[in-house]
Nanobody, 120 residues
Framework: QVQLVESGGGLVQPGGSLRLSCVAS????????EAWYRQAPGKQRELVAR???????TYDDSVKGRFTISRDNAKNTVYLQMNSLNPEDTAVYYC??????????????WGRGTQVTVSS
């Protein structure tokens, strides 16, 4: 059994910052690519940022220069530092990870999401 649990969401004013965290737990052999997605009301879920096991990162154009994805392999944790937030960043943010189970099976897992609201 593998679980992803996000934290760090909340209400922030435009121009503010938040840091999201996602901890993976369970019968994990290794964590491969990790990513943050978001889904705003009435919109499809979209990729925000991705980081490989080697540390290579990619970002959606809408967050480049404002968001930073990072990971702490020792803690099985991936972070999303979000700066210069604007109302268009309001969404539920989901953590996703491709994880190799101790059985050596590989699957993609999702967290339940954390709400980020940017409003004055």
């Amino acid at each position: 059994q593998v679980q992803l649990v996000e934290s760090g969401g909340g209400l922030v004013q435009p121009g503010g910052s938040l840091r999201l965290s996602c901890v993976a737990s369970g019968s994990i052999f290794s964590i491969n690519t990790e990513a943050w997605y978001r889904q705003a009301p009435g919109k499809q879920r979209e990729l925000v940022a991705r980081i490989t096991s080697g540390g290579t990162t990619t970002y959606d154009d809408s967050v480049k220069g404002r968001f930073t994805i990072s990971r702490d392999n020792a803690k099985n944790t991936v972070y999303l530092q979000m700066n210069s937030l604007n109302p268009e960043d309001t969404a539920v943010y989901y953590c996703s990870a491709t994880i190799t189970h101790i059985s050596r099976s590989v699957a993609n897992y999702w967290g339940r999401g954390t709400q980020v609201t940017v409003s004055s």
